[in-house]
Every structure is written in C-alpha cells, then in structure tokens.
T-cell receptor
Framework: DAGVIQSPRHEVTEMGQEVTLRCKPISGHNSLFWYRQTMMRGLELLIYFNNNVPIDDSGMPEDRFSAKMPNASFSTLKIQPSEPRDSAVYFC??????????????FGNGTRLTVT | TQLLEQSPQFLSIQEGENLTVYCNSSSVFSSLQWYRQEPGEGPVLLVTVVTGGEVKKLKRLTFQFGDARKDSSLHITAAQPGDTGLYLCASRYKLSFGAGTTVTVRA
C-alpha cells in the first residue's frame, strides 16, 4: 500500500497567489481529513469528508480556503489569495471508518507551505 | 483552549533514562489515541486505549488510560535515540489532537 500521497512536498509562493495542495487517500478509505500544523497552534482540523461529501468544515479559517473531493481517490485544498500567516505544514489523512476508534488516521508526509 | 492538554511541552533526556508524558482533559472520552511524529513525516498511530484504567504495552512504551477516562499517560523505559519525536494524544471526538510533547533522547 502506497499510503496517503500528498503533493507538492514543499511550496513557496508570494502573498496574493493561489495555492493548491493535493492528496490521494489510501484506496478503500471512506474518510479524508485536512489538517494544518504550526508551532503555535499544533495540529488543527480544517475539514473532513465522508464518502466524498464535506461533513465538517468549521475549522476552515476563512473564505480564502476551500476544499474539494471530486472522487474517492483525490482531494484538493485551495488557498486564494494566500497570506504569510497561512505558512504551515498541511497534512492530509484518511481512514476506513471515521466512527470507529479501531480505524486509525493514516497521514501523508505533508506539504510545507511558505508564503512570502 | 485545547481540548487535550499535554505536558511537558519539551523533554530532553539521556539515553537509558525513563520518561513520562501526560495528556489531560476536563472531558470524558470513549477512547484516546497516541501518535508519534518524526521530522518531515506525518503522525503515526502507536496505540488506542478504550477502557478506564487500561494499561497497554508496546515494547518499552507503556500507555495508561485514567480510571475516569479523562487523562492518559505514556511512559518510556530506558529511552533510546530512536524514541526521539513528537508525541501526540488524540481524541476521535472532534478529531482533535493535543499540542504534543517533543521528546529528545541524547546518545
């Protein structure tokens, strides 16, 4: 199993530019999560999908952030326009059954975003 | 405020020493999970504790869930440099994570 695949690994962009982060979950997993990790705030849940449907987007900071999951094998997180305070590591995770504690979250290796 | 409070924030010890990290909350949980994260990687699940008072062992790592299911601890015996990492506790409630304890084991 290839695990959760994220791209790019690193992204450096200028303030005001659009940024798109990509994620391929583990095949067969029904739930997908986007987290953001910073030193100040730790790991924060931004949004999660169940069977490709957004369930909870209360963690999305503001309208500049949007996420889509057009099919079971692909999701994007878009920031438009980006700001320096968006600099963080963004993680995608997936799990087979979000309602079961026996189903762990599997994380990708993250995208390190730097907005200058 | 964090749903899960972890302490200490940082811990640096010599190889061979023991250490304990804590995860506390005012809420009661049906389960808690511990993850370890190494630099440049995502968190990886170590263990899930479910029953109040439960103790689980994973080689030199011992995990305990409080009787009231509001807290948990992770104890590492005879720590090794390979134990270095960020240890995170997590709850399926709101899919939330604690801020983590950064453990450094010096050779």
């Amino acid at each position: 199993d290839a695990g959760v695949i994220q791209s790019p690994r690193h992204e450096v962009t200028e303030m005001g530019q659009e940024v798109t982060l990509r994620c391929k979950p583990i095949s067969g997993h029904n739930s997908l999560f986007w987290y953001r990790q910073t030193m100040m705030r730790g790991l924060e849940l931004l949004i999660y999908f169940n069977n490709n449907v957004p369930i909870d987007d209360s963690g999305m900071p503001e309208d500049r952030f949007s996420a889509k999951m057009p099919n079971a094998s692909f999701s994007t997180l878009k920031i438009q326009p980006s700001e320096p305070r968006d600099s963080a590591v963004y993680f995608c995770a997936s799990t087979q059954d979000v309602s079961s504690y026996n189903s762990p979250l599997h994380f990708g290796n993250g995208t390190r975003l730097t907005v200058t | 405020t964090q749903l899960l409070e972890q302490s200490p924030q940082f811990l640096s010890i010599q190889e061979g020493e023991n250490l304990t990290v804590y995860c506390n909350s005012s809420s009661v949980f049906s389960s808690l999970q511990w993850y370890r994260q190494e630099p440049g990687e995502g968190p990886v699940l170590l263990v899930t504790v479910v029953t109040g008072g439960e103790v689980k062992k994973l080689k030199r790592l011992t995990f305990q869930f409080g009787d009231a299911r509001k807290d948990s601890s992770l104890h590492i015996t005879a720590a090794q440099p390979g134990d270095t990492g960020l240890y995170l506790c997590a709850s399926r409630y709101k899919l939330s994570f604690g801020a983590g304890t950064t453990v450094t084991v010096r050779a």
